[in-house]
């Protein structure tokens, strides 16, 4: 999917993970050290799950394509597609 699209679903767990941390220290009795340690792992995961959704597509045109085969080397131009995602 684009990125564009997903950055509600980003947006949507950052703000989760910011409430989740203030509601933790409220109750924790304000526990910095490891509300921060939360809030970290959460954004972590809420940041990898978004830019992994990401999908990459690209198109190639005159592209020079040099080769070898059993019979020789192999030189020519060519179209070509692709997509694909981040991992």
């Known amino acids: ?7 509600v679903g980003l947006e949507l767990q950052i703000r989760t993970a910011l ?3 203030v509601n ?6 304000d526990n910095s050290g490891e509300v921060i340690a939360a809030l970290a792992s959460k954004l972590a995961t809420a940041i990898n799950t978004y830019t992994t959704q990401a999908v990459v597509q690209v198109t190639l ?3 020079a394509v040099v080769g070898g085969s059993p019979a020789g080397p192999v030189v ?3 179209i070509g597609a692709g ?3 981040l991992v």
């Open 24 to 29: 933790q220290a409220k109750s924790d009795g």
């Open 1 to 7: 999917m684009p990125l564009s699209t997903a950055k």
């Open 19 to 21: 409430e989740e941390a």
């Open 83 to 85: 997509s694909g995602i």
């Open 61 to 63: 045109v005159n592209t």
């Open 76 to 78: 020519g131009t060519g």
